[in-house]
């Protein structure tokens, strides 16, 4: 089997556009969490703060090329763009035909559905509805645009699995390049931050609402005062290229995608189980050939949920024991949905490069199951890192990224 690396990294988060800032951002603890007063005369919407990217505007994509894009496509265009430079690429190098595009998300564009619908059916008209509407709603549409955007005609998957969307995304584009289908990926996911996903999560009492005032208090992930998540936005995407065309093109190897592993747990289609969590690791372990042991730090799903958190310690309990450090890095980005996967595997692979792993934010008393919880950033020695991502549906996504030393 080939293997695969990572060359190139683009990300909008709530804490920053580059790799270096969002992650000076988790050693700094600082949060991506605001206040979000234009919720505020929504009847019975208890959650008031969320995670937007601050400053976004996507401008810089041509509006010619943005008229099919709602924020969640132009978030996922424009990562994918800083992407490819990022990874010494150019569009005349993505026409071949084996460069794949693998991204995903929740859904598409909230604001353009809300629009849509507002029209049919509060309105009782369809006059004034641009075709583009339905482009930018739909489900595929950030996989779609990213190709046209960077004129990508090779294969092309849209991995729709909410908060596991761009894992999956990123462990199927590893599996395609191990395999031959092709010799790079474009691979990741977005979110766009919109009222109607703080409606779902309130509706189902995993969102936040006990530090509407204090937002800088939430989330809190593994806490014993954790009361749900904050809804975010961002975007990320991973080059991903098999290993001996990145050596021939004397592409800067970032870390090694070493497993992946996706189960179901079959079980509930909101209520996480452990049982899928472990089996979701073990196949993602079993993928690269090492065991429990070869694990040097994980970054954990951990949203601030009161099931979710407990189920997840649990199953890394059973895995792991205490000894190996986890943190999540959700206290200080929100809960970026689709894009949290990537953009935890990006944080995985700077924890890499900088030998340092980032703490838990808000993390003051833990109740779950005794793992060896980080709440501040430590310097440590580690070769090989575990990113963890659960969706509804018992949908479970692992990762596992090797530092490029072992390229």
């Known amino acids: 089997m080939k293997r695969v690396v990572v060359t190139g990294i683009g990300l909008h988060t709530p804490l920053g ?14 949060t991506g969490v605001v206040p979000m007063p234009e919720w505020s005369g929504i009847d019975e919407l208890s959650t008031a703060v969320g995670a ?58 909230g604001s353009a559905q809300a629009d849509f619908w507002d029209h049919v059916l509060n309105k009782r008209s369809a006059r004034g509805l641009k075709a583009t509407i339905f482009f ?8 779609a645009n990213v190709a046209l955007h960077l004129g990508i005609n090779g294969e092309i998957f849209a991995t729709n699995s909410a908060c596991s969307s761009s894992s999956q995304a990123i462990g199927l584009a590893a599996s395609r390049i191990r395999r031959g289908e092709c010799e790079i990926a474009f691979a990741g996911g977005a979110e766009e931050l919109h009222v109607s996903g703080a409606v779902i999560f309130d509706s189902l009492g995993a969102a936040t609402s006990a530090y509407n005032n204090r937002h800088e208090l939430t989330p809190r992930p593994f806490d014993s005062a954790r009361d749900g998540i904050v809804v975010g936005e961002g975007a990320g995407i991973f080059v991903l290229e098999e290993l001996d065309h990145a050596r ?30 472990t089996a979701a690791i073990g196949r993602c372990l079993s993928d690269a050939g090492v065991g429990t042991d070869a694990v040097d730090y994980i970054n954990a799903h951990a949203t601030g949920t009161r099931a979710g958190d407990e189920a997840e310690a ?18 200080h980005l929100g809960h970026t949905l689709g894009a949290c996967g990537v953009i935890e595997s990006a944080i995985c692979v700077e924890a890499l490069r900088r030998q340092v792993l980032p703490g838990t934010r808000n993390l003051e008393e833990p ?9 501040r950033a430590e310097a440590r020695p580690v070769q090989r890192v575990l990113n963890t991502n659960f969706a509804f549906g018992g949908v479970n996504s692992v990762l596992l990224f090797g530092s490029a030393q072992g390229v």
């Open 52 to 109: 937007p990217v601050p400053g976004f505007d996507g401008k810089h994509i041509p509006r010619k090329v943005r008229r099919t894009m709602g924020k969640v496509a132009v978030l996922s265009a424009s990562a994918a763009e800083r992407a490819m430079l990022h990874a010494g690429l150019s569009p005349e190098q993505l026409c071949d035909g084996r460069t794949a595009v693998i991204v995903g998300s929740t859904a598409g564009s």
């Open 314 to 331: 649990i199953a890394l309990h059973g895995l792991f024991g205490d000894r190996v450090p986890v943190s999540s890095s959700k206290g």
């Open 17 to 30: 556009d580059e790799l270096g800032e969002v992650f000076d951002g988790l050693l700094a603890d600082r």
């Open 136 to 143: 930018q709603g739909m489900a595929h549409t950030c996989a």
């Open 248 to 277: 021939a093109r004397g592409a800067t190897i970032l870390a090694e995608v070493l497993g992946h592993g996706t189960t179901c747990d079959a079980v509930h289609i909101a209520s996480p189980a452990p049982q899928g969590m």
């Open 367 to 375: 109740d779950v199951a005794p793992i060896q919880l980080l709440r």
